[in-house]
């Protein structure tokens, strides 16, 4: 005890022991004259049975108060009760050492001081607090006792003999087991110091930095974990410094070419890639990997971030070629298929010219077969001169028809077109005027269809891939607007603030809200069961995409829908809209008053051909619609026959058909029915109910005079 009060004394600290009583007090040198029985009977009743420590205040009878740490004890049978005693007025040595007590005792810091056998010397406040030890449980007693058994093993192996030597070490990480057992990670900052009985000791700041610990544990497992998943993402990461890889995981190597993501580092990143702005927008470049290593599609982003402490580019890259190609697999499909939901419509639009081109051969081979010998013989030649000059009409307006077979054919290949080339400026009218024309008889006979077309700069593109977006569109507007011959589909153009915007509005049955949401889903579809592939407008989405646009769509139940697809302008000067062409010039020529005969055709040149083809046995009046011939059957129904085209916009041949049938009966049998393909169910069911003619086009003119002489019987030929 001795031994233990001269240290205690340099801290300003008192040991004593007395019998419960007060008797036979034990004073140290620091306490002597200074702790009267007094203060030990005031401790008497308030100290634990079990012989636990307690800290208390208590008085002197002179009224100095102290503060003392004591515990009931056992020696040779006999109660004592001994502590600690340190002064709360400094009281107790007096001076520096007493400030210095009394700083050191109420600092929020956790400190404790050993001597050179290791051994606890003191503890403050903030130290009990911390290892919710007793004071009198731990001082004398080692400082490796409150350690675990491998923090007390490097402790005593590593850390106090380099303390001793050095005088001071800092920030020395170890484990401390509370009083409760709980398990607190501690760094300590410790000092040498000499008391003034020339004993060493330490004064040891001690941390609690289990909190920070854990966080720095749980930081480095995450960083472990994102390590781990960036490594593994089936996207090629890598990391660069002015265009330095500084790292790369295993699909960038995969990407790239190599066989080790380690073989990239201090590689310059390929330059396709450095073109990624680094805002997070997504790019498509091409990889050239060189040899015999075919090329790659790549997307790619890229972001500024710190690794290692510097400022660096992390690229994200992903392989899309196979979706590429499936993508470019999906669109030829869906090409095919819409080719097939044409195929009817364009054999109408070949098959009206086709027509009457042969009308015209056919007329040129007879009527040279007639006027050759009259040449010859010198005969005539006013009359000869007069009919070459209709002759020549009839050949502009063939070759108008060729034209027209060679426009379709045109929009055939470029909407079929499927190898990838460069974008280059198109002319987006151009393109739209492509679609209308082979969608134009699919909305035939449902509705009207107007194209409004606007100046427009130019897009870059591929015109196939527009050519196709815009078709499937205004096929869509067509199946919207179902039969009912009263649907308008209309078409527009514009510029508008550096973008060219194309809409496709019908009034037809609309979408349903639940409905829009989905409606770019591949394989997604409103339309009956067999109607579509369910992927036109997935293609339109992906293509307008591609080409840096966006589709817009609003759409009511029972009101129709409108598409806006809307496209980047290129550089460059506007694109003047193309003007249709002007209509054929018609020529009604009269024949005897006996036979009338009325052509309804909404073609030009065939009302024309038909009128002139057929001029020589009856007289001929034309209607290019449905509604202008209703028109004048109601005015005049003295008519011979009808040749009446079945596809026409607003009415058409089987709307017309039905309206002589409740105005003008007699004249139902004599309507022969023309047709360049029966497209719908509903032409093809009502061709299969009737018993009127039917001309396929293209037909030769004597097929018409056929079926005119089986209405009407052969003609009355009557000569100028």
């Known amino acids: ?130 290892t919710e030890y007793e004071r009198a449980e731990v001082i004398g007693r080692h400082a490796t006792f409150l350690m675990t058994e491998e923090g007390a093993e490097r402790a005593s192996r590593e850390y106090l003999p380099d303390f001793w030597r050095d005088g001071h070490s800092r920030a020395v990480p170890n484990e401390y087991v509370r009083a409760d057992g709980r398990v607190i990670d501690v760094e300590l900052d410790c000092d040498a110091t000499t008391t003034p009985g020339g004993e060493r000791v330490s004064l040891t700041v001690v941390r609690d930095v289990t909190a920070r610990n854990r966080a720095q544990q749980a930081l480095a497992s995450r960083e472990r974990e994102l390590l781990e998943l ?7 990461i890598l990391l660069h410094r002015e265009g330095v890889i500084v790292y790369a995981n295993s699909s960038a190597a995969t990407l790239l070419g190599v066989d080790e993501a380690s073989e990239l580092s201090g590689r310059p990143v390929p330059g396709d890639l450095s073109l990624a702005v680094a805002d997070g927008a997504l790019i498509e470049v091409r990889l050239e990997l060189g040899g015999e290593r075919p090329d790659r599609m790549v997307e790619a982003a890229s972001l500024e971030v710190t690794f290692e402490g510097e400022p660096t580019t992390l690229v994200m890259a992903r392989d899309v070629t196979e979706r590429r190609t499936l993508q470019a697999q999906l669109a030829q499909a869906d090409r095919l298929a819409t080719i097939g939901t044409l195929a009817a419509g364009v054999a109408h639009e070949i098959n009206n010219p086709l027509t009457y081109v042969m009308h015209y051969i056919e007329r040129l081979q007879r009527d040279l077969t007639r006027l050759v010998p009259r040449v010859e013989a010198g005969q005539d030649v006013a009359s000869v001169v007069g009919r070459l000059r209709t002759l020549q009409e009839g050949a502009a307006t063939a070759l108008e028809g060729c034209g027209r077979v060679r426009d379709i054919v045109r929009d055939l290949k470029t909407f079929s077109r499927t190898e990838e080339r460069d974008r280059v400026p198109i002319d987006v009218n151009r393109a739209l005027g492509s679609a209308v024309q082979m969608a134009s008889h699919h909305v035939r006979g449902k509705g009207e269809l107007s194209v409004e077309l606007g100046a427009l700069p130019a897009v870059r593109a591929h015109d196939g891939r527009l050519c196709q977006v815009f078709l499937n569109l205004l096929l869509n507007a067509a199946q919207a607007i179902e039969d009912r011959g009263e649907g308008h589909v209309r078409v527009q153009s514009r510029h508008d603030d550096g973008v060219v915007i194309v809409s496709v509005a019908d009034d037809g049955c609309g979408v349903a809200g639940e409905h829009l949401a989905r409606l770019f889903e591949p394989f997604f579809s409103t339309k009956p069961n067999g109607v579509g592939t369910g992927l036109g407008l997935w293609i339109c989405r992906e293509i307008v995409h591609d080409l840096g646009g966006h589709i817009e769509v609003d759409s009511q139940v029972g009101e129709g829908s409108t598409f806006r697809v809307v496209l980047p302008a290129a550089q460059g000067a506007s694109v003047e809209p193309s003007l249709p062409p002007p209509p054929a010039r018609e020529i009604v020529l009269a024949t005897p008053p006996r036979r009338r005969v009325l052509v309804v055709d909404d073609e030009p040149a065939l009302r024309m051909l038909l009128a002139e083809a057929l001029s020589d046995r009856a007289q001929v009046l034309t209607a290019q619609s449905g509604v ?93």
């Open 1 to 130: 005890m001795v031994e233990r009060a001269a240290l205690l004394a340099g801290l300003g600290m008192g040991v004593f022991r007395a019998r419960p009583d007060g008797s036979d007090l034990q004073l140290d040198d620091v306490l002597a004259g200074r702790v009267d029985a007094s203060c030990i009977r005031s401790l008497e009743g308030r100290l634990p049975a079990d012989g636990s420590s307690l800290e208390l205040e208590v008085q002197r009878a002179d009224g100095v108060t102290m503060r003392v740490t004591a515990r009931r004890t056992t020696a040779d049978g006999e109660a004592w009760i001994e502590g600690l005693v340190q002064p709360v007025d400094g009281t107790l040595g007096a001076g520096p050492t007493a400030r210095f007590q009394h700083l050191y005792e109420h600092s929020p810091v956790a400190m404790h001081s050993i001597d050179e056998r290791g051994r606890i010397v003191s503890v403050n406040r903030a130290w009990l607090e911390l």
């Open 628 to 720: 202008e011939a209703a028109e004048l059957l109601d005015h005049d129904s003295r008519f011979d026959a009808i040749l009446c085209d079945l596809m026409m916009p607003g009415m058409n041949g089987q709307q017309l058909f039905d309206h002589v049938a409740r105005h003008h009966p007699s004249l139902v049998s004599r309507m022969i029915f023309m047709t360049g393909a029966a497209s719908t169910v509903a032409i093809r069911d009502f061709l299969g109910r009737i018993a009127n003619d039917r001309l396929d086009k293209p037909f030769r003119v004597r097929d018409v005079e056929r079926a005119l002489d089986r209405l009407m019987g052969p003609p009355v030929r009557v000569h100028a």
């Open 230 to 236: 960036i490594q593994r993402s089936p996207d090629g």
